[in-house]
């Protein structure tokens, strides 16, 4: 199939987040510049939950924080559509971006530590719901607040009382939902949500979040770098290494035709190795090239078992390979 360049959905879908060229550079030392994130784009559809997965390092929390303007990316766009209006992001100041923020909220890897450690849970919750214009009244805040505790499993009476660290980390992180879906949100962005939790509570916390999104409607950003996690959750995948998407696709697809090398070398790695790779392939070595000197062509050539001349030549551009499916690769494993 055609190589376009960008991932693109099909006209009729309904995207409410919108990613166009993001690029995120950090000026460090002297004169170096770390390329965190690379021009970068993707669409996000109503409704679905996008997993992006990749080691650490590539650029998952960057784009995120790119994403929500915390701190603005140093190019690109970002066009988010709520109940029929589209707004672009990035030329948003002030007043203007503090009225669109409540329409992308983050929860973090670290429940306790993002939340206010001097504030009682009640009031941290509440704290959105005070600063950004909505109209509502004191009451209406106070049977708001009431409401997303008791849908995360909290009770408000014990949360009027108790700060953060009273509660365990799944408790935080419950908490720190609440705090994002009290601004009834039409994105929630999860940077690694489960990380820092014991596995017996991963489970319920992800179960969560799924009932939130059924209950409140909402659109998932759903970053980790575990595989499994990202696989079970998410509806599609954006693959990153080194600041670029390698790859985008279904779920399915991904774990069943992976087309990119690193994709691959990724599914390889995992503690149960997907059939559709050879366990060989997973042997890449641990050396990752640096951001601030990322290598010519295609990123990952350092380290990719496929590599050829022209892949050090020419950077390889977004094609699709199937439906919804797309790769940046000079030499992507199809028919597999
Ligand atoms: N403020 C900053 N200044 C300089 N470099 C930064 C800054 N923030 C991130 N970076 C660098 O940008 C790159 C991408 O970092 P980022 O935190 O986005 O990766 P990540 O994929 O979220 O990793 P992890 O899985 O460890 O959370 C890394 O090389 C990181 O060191
Ligand atoms: S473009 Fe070349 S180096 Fe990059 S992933 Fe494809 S085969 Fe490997
Ligand atoms: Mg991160």
Known sequence: MAGSGVAQLRDDDDIVLSVKNLVMEFKVGRDEIVHAVSDVSFDVKKGETLGIVGESGCGKSTTARSVVQLPKPTSGNVMVT????????????????????????MIFQDPISSLNPRRIVREVVKEGL??????????????????????????????????????SGGQCQRISIARAVALDPEILICDEPVSALDVSVQAQI???LEEMKDKYGLTLLFISHDLSVVRNVSDRVVVMYLGKICEIGSSDTIYSLPAHPYTRVLLASAPEPASTVDAT???????????????????FRTRCPSAQTLCEEKEPEMQQVGDDHFVACHFPVVNN
């Open 82 to 105: 709520s109940e029929g209006d589209s707004i672009e992001l990035t030329g948003l100041k002030g007043d203007a971006l503090r009225k669109v923020r409540p329409k992308l909220q």
């Open 206 to 208: 992800l179960n969560l």
């Open 130 to 167: 005070t600063i950004w214009p909505n109209g509502m009244s004191a009451q209406k805040i106070e049977d708001r607040v009431d409401e997303v505790l008791e849908s995360v499993g909290i009770d408000p009476e014990i949360a009027a009382n108790r700060r953060a660290h009273e509660f």
């Open 281 to 299: 392939e997973s042997a890449i070595g641990d050396d990752i090239p640096s951001p601030i000197n990322p290598p010519t062509g295609c990123r």
